[in-house]
């Protein structure tokens, strides 16, 4: 059989979030970036969720190392629960790895980092990996040229086409060419503002929208939040205030010690003796807060100071003009609207839509996506970073530029695709999909996040009954403790009855069958009125 690189999709396909992608070849793989998602609401008390590994685990002895694209939280934030077990190096650019950094710390997770520079090529196995430049919301973004023994797989990771980035650090369309020119058998494309038209706005924009603020509100303090990890944004704030002569308060843990990190490792510039510890001593318009909190995170400080829960002498009011220089990320509308309704109680003038420039997206539009396919011109495409559709129409794209709709495919999570110069085809399924971190990672998560659903929608009942075996009955009553569920007198009666009956049924049972069926009976007794309690039976043998 003709030898193929093989491409196995471990999550970040038909979704946005969690990112992870093992290539393969003979005895080698490497992983591709190692990242999280944020827990949805339908998984309740969830910290995050990250990729089944089941594949790589049973591979380890070909695993040779992992490479970063960047230091988003969805491409960096499963390493430090997988990096150690895994024991290989990981690679990534300074802030990427900075950032990665503090996270092992917190975990006290040993893992070797090695630091790469724009343009440098790793071998790992028989794969060499060349990162390039590219633009996103954050620096030290890179795509990845991935030599293998059958070709280039080329993976673009976040990146827009920013003409004006503020580091003067554009995207490397001029070597990205050079890679196209001398052939890619593979694209991997990331697709999540496809459905957009146009070119992304540069994050330079961002600075004026956030000039006129600074501008219109001499006489307020102005509180900015933004995400900490966007290095640029945070830079453009940090210029603003010197510019006005404010000085700046970082609000939120996280904030901090983001900061510091992006300027240890020389992404963020940070004007002499414009950050303050506390805001004593600066006159309120003479003040910026930049906070955490964009997402509308219940312990932010956006939020808190939202609820006038910050503390630190800080109460929001009508001097006060509050900008999210952000986007809800689907799924987190609702908490970004009630941090903002909360805002406007307070009094503070808020400011939150895009029509004021206040944020940019760091994902490339349609006209950019465009771009980058007539330069990397692959052989085989596959639509990567996004849900289906935005997959179905980046695979549509690519074709309007040149390449063969025969040499598309859509992947899924979980699937292993061969190629070779022959063809793409996918060639089987491997174990994947999600896994629960709450504190740590859950084992069997999957059920463990089915019971919390069904506790919050429908309750907990818990049966007491004690089981004579000479008699094959219960003595006694049966006692029922209910949380959550509406248990009436006649379905108290119901569920006695139901009991009763479960275990005087069969007179030749053990006592776990008979534990069994009472669950049943009881669970019975809810079914009509289609609720689904969690019960625990709990049946005692005299
Ligand atoms: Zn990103
Ligand atoms: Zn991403």
């Not at 390039?132 to 990845?144: E, F, P, Y």
């Amino acid at each position: 059989m003709a030898k193929t690189v093989r491409v196995v999709f471990l999550g970040g396909v038909g979704e946005i979030g969690k990112n992870m992608t093992a290539i393969e070849y003979d005895d080698d793989i490497i992983i591709v970036d190692c990242g999280a998602e944020f827990p949805h609401d339908d998984s309740p008390g969830i910290d995050a969720i990250i990729p089944d590994v089941t594949y790589i685990r049973e591979n380890l002895h070909k695993l040779r190392g992992i490479v970063l694209t960047h230091g988003h939280e969805d491409h960096i934030g499963a390493v430090q629960y997988y990096g150690e077990e895994f024991g290989v190096p990981v690679y990534g650019t300074a802030l990427t790895l900075g950032l990665l950094q503090r996270k092992l710390g917190e975990r006290n997770a040993p893992v070797k980092l090695v630091e790469v520079k724009e343009g440098d090529t790793i071998t790992l196995g028989c794969f060499s990996v060349e990162f390039i430049k590219v633009a996103h919301s954050m620096a030290g973004a890179c795509a990845l040229s991935i030599n293998t023994p059958l070709g280039v797989v080329f993976v673009t990771g976040d990146f827009k086409i920013d003409r004006s980035p503020i580091d003067n650090k554009k995207t490397n369309l001029k070597r990205i060419k050079e890679i196209g020119d001398q052939g890619v058998l593979l694209m991997l494309g990331e697709s999540t503002n496809v459905e957009r038209k146009g070119r992304s706005t540069s994050e330079k924009v961002v600075g004026q929208g956030l000039q006129k603020i600074f501008e219109d509100n001499t006489d307020k303090r102005i509180v900015i939040a933004c995400f900490a990890s966007s290095n640029y944004r945070v830079q453009q704030i940090l210029w603003l205030a010197e510019k006005f002569k404010r000085k700046v308060y970082l609000a939120g843990r996280s904030m901090k010690s983001i900061v510091e990190v992006a300027s240890k490792v020389g992404e963020l510039k940070i004007p002499k003796g414009v950050i303050v510890d506390g805001v004593g001593k600066t006159a309120p318009e003479k003040l910026v807060i930049i906070a955490t909190g964009t997402q509308g995170e219940r312990d932010s400080a956006l939020s808190k100071l939202s609820k006038d829960d910050f503390g630190k002498g800080i109460t929001l009011g009508e001097k006060d003009v509050v900008v999210l220089s952000s986007t809800p990320i689907p799924g987190n509308e609702k908490s970004v609207y009630e941090v903002i309704n909360n805002l406007f109680r307070q009094g503070a003038k808020v400011v939150y839509d895009s029509m004021n420039d206040v944020h940019v997206s760091g994902h490339a539009y349609e006209d950019e996506l465009r771009i980058m396919l007539e330069h990397v011109r692959p052989k085989y495409f596959m639509p990567v970073h996004g849900e289906y559709r935005h997959q179905f129409k980046h695979v549509e794209l690519a074709v309007s530029t040149g390449v063969d709709p025969k040499n598309t495919a859509i992947p899924n999570v979980g699937e292993v695709w061969g190629v070779n110069k022959g063809g793409l085809r996918q060639h089987s399924n491997v174990t994947a999909g999600n896994v629960y971190v709450d504190g740590d990672i859950i084992e069997d998560g999957a059920c463990v996040v089915r019971d919390r659903r069904a506790l919050a929608e429908y309750g907990i009942l818990i049966v007491l009954a004690s089981y004579n075996s000479k008699t094959h009955s219960l003595d006694g009553d049966v006692e029922i403790i209910a949380r959550g569920v509406n248990v009436t007198d006649e379905k108290h009666l119901d569920i006695v009855r139901a009991v009763n009956k479960a275990v005087n049924e069969d007179e030749t049972r053990q006592l776990f069958e008979i534990t069994g069926a009472v669950k049943k009976a009881v669970k019975k007794q809810f079914y009509r009125d289609r609720q689904f309690p969690v019960v625990i039976p709990v049946v005692i043998e005299d």
